[in-house]
Nanobody
């Protein structure tokens, strides 16, 4: 399984970015995947998840600003991030579960998001 993130970058407060996570050796449709982030000196935290039934969950800090989705044809997971804030600055990782409702056992290498004020 290989998960490759892209789409990170530097934006100003209020800007938008769309992160992509291209999967190989893993089918995103009917799967359980998520986005996580880790800022320097902080623990990794969950940002958003999507279930096999396309149900979604979001961290309170990103609700209403971020949206997780999948494109089955492209076998890709996305995270649309709008109204970005400096506190969103972090390395963002996509992750996948081999079996839903178990551990995230597949991880990408991460993509950096930096939001300046």
């Amino acid at each position: 399984v290989l998960l490759v993130e892209s789409g990170g970058g530097s934006v100003q407060t209020g800007g938008s970015l769309r992160l992509s996570c291209a999967a190989s050796g893993y089918t995103v449709s009917y799967s359980c995947m998520g986005w996580f982030r880790q800022a320097p000196g902080k623990e990794r935290e969950g940002v958003a998840t999507i279930g096999s039934d396309l149900s979604t969950t979001y961290a309170d800090s990103v609700k209403g600003r971020f949206a997780i989705s999948v494109d089955n044809a492209k076998n890709t997971l996305y995270l649309q991030m709008n109204s970005l804030k400096p506190e969103d600055t972090a390395m963002y990782y996509c992750a996948a579960q081999t079996y839903c409702y178990t551990v995230y056992n597949h991880w990408g290498q991460g993509t950096q998001v930096t939001v300046s004020s």
